[in-house]
């Protein structure tokens, strides 16, 4: 991998896999819509002379195929927001697929869990069967074929599945991005779903470091990836971790059905969150073994350390302190 070109930089695993394409001394293209938010990414990183920014739409596929000039790799990185998936989600993919064709490109395809709808083994390998019964299952399972579709004979794709995630760059797109970041603020904050239940989480550092790992293989391209996390962790325990990194003991309130269907009256992704509850309830596990068996060994920050350097990492961005009240 020479030169890479991050599709979507300044979402949570966007931001994430620039830093670590940086850190490894690639010659990166990081494209997005705000230019502002661009700049903020480079400055974050400071100001490396090996990361350029590009000011594109991802829909539009000629913006990608000016930024991806030089480029052997592309990430995919751009997602769309729930209320908007299935109108948009495909017609994004095929932009990217498109310019990447044109150019001949590799592509990174950062994707979740939700095609394979109910667990149907404890650890869920990539061979297990896909049968979403939400709509936005079915609608990513379509994507996922469209990715792997002959008519895409000049580019090389891989779709790499990462668990719910953390980190410092995690957003509003993870569910608990916006927890973390009230914590940190020392304000209330909202947790969705079930908080007693264990569930698998992938810190964003980790994840993008595997996904560097296999985005440098040739022999990874055709294939599904899962990155696994560092195991089960319940609600409850986030929030005790995160309280006592920051310093803060406001409430933390956890929002089943009946609260996000509330919430979704003002803020219309809220209420698409809830047909995706069962994940909060029968929680789905990726299992690593292949990645550890063709790749190396899985990377995997405890949680501990993982949410502490999450909350104090997001205090220092918003210039806050720590607060005891």
């Known amino acids: 991998m020479k030169k890479a070109i991050v599709v979507g930089a300044t979402g949570g695993t966007g931001a994430s896999v620039t830093e670590e394409l940086v850190r490894r001394g690639i010659r990166t293209v990081a494209f997005g819509r705000s230019r502002g938010k661009l700049e903020q990414l480079k400055a974050n990183l400071g100001n490396p002379k090996h990361l350029t920014i590009a000011v594109g739409d991802a829909f539009r596929l000629n913006d990608i195929v000016t930024a991806s000039e030089g480029a052997d790799v592309l990430f995919h990185c751009a997602n769309v927001p729930y209320h908007e998936m299935v109108s948009k989600l495909i017609p994004l993919g095929e932009s990217v697929m498109e310019a990447a064709n044109r150019l001949s490109l590799k592509v990174v395809v950062i994707d979740g869990i939700y095609p394979y709808g109910r667990r149907q083994a404890d650890r869920v390998t990539e061979d297990h069967p896909k049968q979403p019964h939400t709509r936005k299952g079915k609608i990513r399972l379509a994507y996922e074929q469209m990715l792997f579709d002959d008519r895409w004979s000049r580019a090389k794709v891989m779709i790499v599945r990462l668990p719910d995630y953390y980190g410092p760059t995690a957003n509003e797109a993870s569910y608990l991005g916006s927890t973390l970041e009230a914590i940190a603020a020392g304000k209330m904050a909202f947790f969705i779903g079930n908080m007693r239940v264990p569930r698998e989480y992938v810190y964003l550092p980790d994840a ?81 073994d292949k990645y550890k068996r063709l790749i190396g060994p899985v990377r995997a920050t405890p949680f501990e350390e993982g949410i502490t350097n999450t909350v104090r990492a997001l205090q220092r961005k918003g210039q806050m302190l720590p607060k005891n009240n």
């Not at 406001?250 to 069962?278: D, F, Q, T």
């Open 208 to 288: 993008a470091f595997m996904i560097a790992e296999l985005a440098a293989r040739d022999e990874a391209y055709g294939e599904n990836w899962h990155i696994p996390g560092a195991g089960l962790i319940s609600g409850r325990e986030i929030v005790r971790m995160a309280r006592q990194a920051s310093g803060s003991s406001k409430p933390v309130i956890p929002l089943g059905r009946g609260g996000l269907s509330l919430l979704g009256m003002a803020v219309p992704v809220m209420k698409e969150v809830v047909e995706m509850l069962y994940l909060t309830e029968e929680p789905l596990v990726l299992c690593g």
